[in-house]
């Protein structure tokens, strides 16, 4: 009896508003809506990308005008580790499992918790893919500037480089304390957005699995 | 012989209730259940030219507005009401207005359905939809005698929260 009565109390549920389509505009509607979403991806992939885009022109540049070798040498490895930035963003991307809601529920959970794990582990690990290699690069490139001593160089670019111990030491300490400030705020993101999602993802898991 | 295919259209007007329904318990301010009745149109017209029939529409779209639902709650997922709001989907108070007593009894049950764990929301849900247990199997991925072993325990609670309610 009171099982009959809950399903009616549930069935009558719907009945205060009454849901209408108008569907010479509907499909129009969520066409629009799909592609104002993929847009928003392709502009989001894009952005991943765009940082390691700019330092490739640059350094390239940079390895040409400047003649000091190993100045050299540090900027056409820049250059490689932004292609693989570039390279392993993209990786991310492809990896991301697409969304499909029509799966069961419990497999569901298994994807986005898939997803969720791969971001964990691309922002935990920013300090050994992201940060150190360019920082190690970028100290090298400048503490390299002016040796040897012999070699002559007055391009126009020697204006905006630290040349002299003083403000190669200044621009060692901003650079560090700006990686810094980018690993503190992956983990922040990591601690703060990723942990509290896959836990909650875990929990519910753990209540589907169980029989108590 | 197999009945030809639904259009997507169809498909819609004759199982909106049910997602409404679904829609209603899970929305939690500032999230509207028409806000999530338009992300479960969206995704559910995303996935139909993959939906071949096998599964039965009804258990087709469960998934699908179990799973829409609950990233909403999570928060896996933003859902931003302006940027979900299809003007082609209109809701309409009925002229009547709510009933009073009914809208009480709704709330008890709404209440009693929060008190439980996501997941035996989902599988009260559906049980409350009227949906065989191969069928709640299917929706969730659990197996048959799982589901059968939990719905024993849910309806115990459930009936426990509502009986002094209803009074």
């Known amino acids: 009896m009171l099982e009959k009565e809950l399903k009616d109390i549930w069935k009558g549920s719907s009945e205060i508003e009454r849901i209408k389509f108008d569907l010479s505009r509907l499909m129009i509607d969520l066409n629009a809506r799909m592609n104002r979403i993929e847009k928003v991806i392709r502009k989001r992939d894009f952005r991943e990308i765009v940082g390691a885009l700019i330092v490739l022109p640059i350094f390239g540049y940079l390895a040409y005008e400047i003649p000091y070798p190993i100045t050299r040498i540090a900027s056409l490895l820049t250059v490689v580790w932004a292609l693989y930035v570039i390279y392993k963003f993209r990786s991310v991307q492809k990896r991301r499992i697409r969304e499909n809601l029509s799966l069961p529920f419990k497999q569901q959970l298994e994807n986005q918790k898939t997803n969720m794990l791969d971001q964990h582990q691309l922002l935990n690990t920013v300090l050994y893919w992201y940060v150190l290699p360019p920082y190690i690069l970028n100290l090298v490139f400048v503490w390299s500037l002016g040796y040897p001593s012999n070699i002559e160089w007055s391009g126009s670019l020697i204006n905006h480089l630290p040349m002299d111990t003083s403000n190669k030491i200044g621009f060692t300490i901003a650079l560090a304390v700006f990686n810094a400030f980018i690993v503190w705020l992956n983990k922040r993101a990591v601690k703060k957005t990723l942990n509290p999602l896959i836990a909650d993802i875990e929990r519910v898991q753990q209540q589907l699995d169980s029989t108590d | ?167």
Not at chain 2, 43 to 60: R, V, Y
């Open chain 2, 1 to 167: 012989m197999q009945q030809p295919k639904k259009t997507f259209e169809q498909v819609l007007e004759d199982n909106k209730n049910k997602i409404y329904r679904i829609c209603r318990i899970y929305a939690i301010a500032p999230v509207e259940p028409q806000d999530l009745f338009q992300e479960v149109v969206y995704h559910a017209w995303k996935s139909f030219p993959g939906f071949k029939g096998q599964s039965g529409e009804g258990t087709w779209l469960y998934k699908i507005a179990l799973n829409v639902c609950l990233r909403a709650k999570m928060k896996l997922e933003k859902v931003d009401s302006k940027n979900v709001r299809l003007e082609s989907i209109q809701f309409m108070p009925v002229q009547s207005g709510p009933d009073e007593v009914r809208e009480e009894r709704y709330q008890a049950l709404r209440d009693c359905i929060a008190s439980l764990n996501e997941s035996d929301q989902s599988l009260v849900i559906l049980y409350l939809e009227e949906l065989p247990y191969k069928e709640i199997a299917q929706v969730t991925g659990l197996t048959e005698n799982h589901v059968a072993v939990k719905m024993k325990r849910i309806r115990k609670m459930l009936f426990d929260c509502i009986t002094p309610k209803l009074g």
